[in-house]
Nanobody, 120 residues
Framework: QVQLVESGGGLVQAGGSLRLSCAAS????????MAWYRQSPGKERDFVAALAPWGTANYADSVQGRFTISGDYAEKTVYLQMNSLKVEDTAVYYC??????????????WGQGIQVTVSS
């Protein structure tokens, strides 16, 4: 099994910054995509950002230009730098890794979630 452990969440004022981290451990495999999602109370889990091993990064429109995803594939760690935070960024943030334990099939793994609260 694979475990994903997130860190770096907390409470910040609007306009401030936070950096989330997520590290994978456990069953060996090749990490493919690494991504962040978020979920606010009463809402579905939404895509935030994703990073491909060849360097491509994709972002939701709502965070484009404010958030930056980066990763260390050797350390199986992904980061999310969040700047210019808004109250509406308040949510539980989840990391997700796609890991190939065999050559032809990737499995998705989720972190436990970490709270980010932005106050006005």
């Amino acid at each position: 099994q694979v475990q994903l452990v997130e860190s770096g969440g907390g409470l910040v004022q609007a306009g401030g910054s936070l950096r989330l981290s997520c590290a994978a451990s456990g069953r060996p495999g090749r990490v493919n995509w690494m991504a962040w999602y978020r979920q606010s109370p009463g809402k579905e889990r939404d895509f935030v950002a994703a990073l491909a091993p060849w360097g491509t990064a994709n972002y939701a429109d709502s965070v484009q230009g404010r958030f930056t995803i980066s990763g260390d594939y050797a350390e199986k760690t992904v980061y999310l730098q969040m700047n210019s935070l808004k109250v509406e960024d308040t949510a539980v943030y989840y990391c997700k890794f796609e890991i190939y334990h065999t050559p032809h099939r990737g499995d998705d793994y989720w972190g436990q979630g970490i709270q980010v609260t932005v106050s006005s």
